[in-house]
């Protein structure tokens, strides 16, 4: 599992917006403010079998050598007047450094929703052996960066508490008036003019050990015998 370590990096100031705390509430002004932070995920890869692995990374495909910056144009959701915008792709910096099996990536973009993808291959590099018999190993994975959160007053808070559990106690309402009453089919003539007779009868001409086995189960059902069933048919 990666470790993710976000530390605060800049708060702004406190902006009104004049917003509905969910779609069936009036609106109301309540102040809100942006948190953005730095996050590094550090990673690290295991492998077995190796005398002596050596190990590859890749982000979104790009391969990472000891230490630098790099530059991926990837989804990314911004914020507007205390609302995370849809996705949207930008160019994102992150810095990274690599120590053989392990990975450590940096951004302090200025944005949520953020993933990429990860990739490790490890290698034989002893010259020892033959590295013909050691085949790569390689593992894929995904991580995420959030550095833009979004915090709102107190009031809008416990209004949008109060507004979605309005939502879902109508919701309930309405669910349990839709199911309390389950629609009975009508009947039909086409099933009222077959009896279990004209069936058995069928079954003798077609299958004959299929009718025998209808005809033992008639005769459980109905209490009777055999000898009865058949008479009836």
Request: with cysteine; hydrophobic share 40%; proline share 6%.
């Amino acid at each position: 599992m990666p470790h993710v370590d976000e530390q605060p990096l800049t708060v702004s100031p406190w902006t009104t917006a004049h917003v509905a705390p969910c779609f069936i509430w009036p609106k109301a002004d309540y102040q809100f403010r942006y948190h953005l932070n730095t996050t590094t995920i550090v990673m690290i890869a295991t492998s077995y079998g190796f005398e002596e692995p050596g190990y590859t990374w890749f982000v979104n495909d790009q391969s990472l050598i000891d230490r630098g910056n790099i530059t991926l144009d990837i989804q990314v959701r911004e914020a507007d007047a205390g609302q995370l915008l849809p996705a949207q792709t930008k160019p994102v910096n992150f810095s990274f450094r690599v120590a053989n099996n392990r990975l450590e990536l940096v951004t302090s973009a200025p944005f949520a929703g953020m993933n990429i993808s990860v990739r490790a291959s490890a290698n034989e590099i002893s010259h020892s052996v033959l590295q013909n018999l050691y085949p790569e190993q390689t593992v894929w994975t995904s991580v995420g960066f959030d550095n833009l959160r979004i915090d709102w007053d107190a009031n809008y808070v416990a209004d949008s508490a109060r507004c979605w559990k309005k939502f879902h106690d109508i919701n309930d309402r309405f669910s349990e008036s839709t199911h309390s009453v389950i629609p009975q089919p009508g009947p039909d003539p086409r099933f009222e003019r077959v009896t279990v007779f004209e069936v058995l009868q069928q079954l003798v001409q077609t299958n004959p050990a299929a009718a025998s086995i209808a005809i033992d189960e008639v005769a459980k059902l109905t209490r009777s015998t055999r000898l009865e069933v058949l008479k009836r048919m």
